[in-house]
């Protein structure tokens, strides 16, 4: 199956700062997704982003698709953006569905 | 919006014990998925099902079985719970287009402990 790999794991930051979040993918995927999990241990979707460029507020990602890999950049840091930042992907080829394989997160914390 | 709505936030069942973890959704989505999560290991799929009646085995099956009898529901089964199954379960929906499974939404999830 699909490997997930996320950069960097661990992450702090200043209030203010920008950060950019890595994810590798070993293989093409087709559905592409961002979340974010509160400290609650809900999942909130960012973006649904299988190729190009979105953006939302202080949020953006990019997915070079033929490269395999997607950006997720966080501008003007809040400390509400602390938490836990996954990616993950599938390659659906038809028939069923096709469950999202996940990286294992960034942690970032950002300091007031 | 999209509702994806797990039964209970925090559950906990005795060793032994048969536990239903129940899942819903109202965007009409044919592809439902059940997930946890654990420290280290990060989240992996359990099973998953594309359509009513239909089901399919994840990356870590064993000790679960599910069912959909109804399209906006599908439930996690433990047949006898055991304490490694203690951990956060989440469960998720989808809309499947032609050769695209598209955004995938997810529920609050249950966290289940095991005694």
């Known amino acids: 199956g699909i490997q997930v790999e996320q950069s960097p794991p661990d992450l702090i930051l200043q209030e203010g700062a920008n950060s950019t979040l890595r994810c590798n993918f070993s293989?093409?995927?087709?559905?592409l997704q961002w979340f974010h999990q509160n400290p609650w241990g809900q999942l909130i979707n960012l973006f649904y982003i299988p190729s190009g460029t979105k953006q939302n507020g202080r949020l953006s990602a990019t997915t070079v698709a033929t490269e395999r890999y997607s950006l997720l950049y966080i501008s003007s840091s809040q400390t509400t953006d602390s938490g836990v930042y996954f990616c993950a992907g599938s390659m659906y080829s038809g028939g069923g569905a096709d469950g999202l394989t996940f990286g294992k997160g960034t942690h970032l914390i950002i300091q007031p | 919006d999209v509702k994806v709505t797990q039964s209970s936030r925090y559950l906990v069942k005795r060793t032994g014990e048969k536990v239903f973890l129940e899942c819903v959704q109202d965007?009409?989505?044919?592809?439902m998925f059940w997930y946890r999560q654990d420290p280290g290991l990060g989240l992996r799929l359990i099973y998953f099902?594309?359509?009513?009646?239909?089901?399919e085995k994840g990356d870590i099956p064993e000790g679960y079985s599910v069912s959909r009898e109804k399209k906006e529901r599908f439930s996690l089964i433990l047949e006898s719970a055991s304490t490694n199954q203690t951990s956060m379960y989440l469960c998720a929906s989808s809309h499947r287009e032609l050769w695209v499974n598209t955004e995938a939404f997810f529920g609050q999830g249950t966290r289940l402990t095991v005694v």
């Open positions: 293989d093409s995927v087709n559905n």
């Open positions: 099902s594309y359509d009513v009646k239909m089901k």
């Open positions: 965007m009409d989505h044919e592809n």
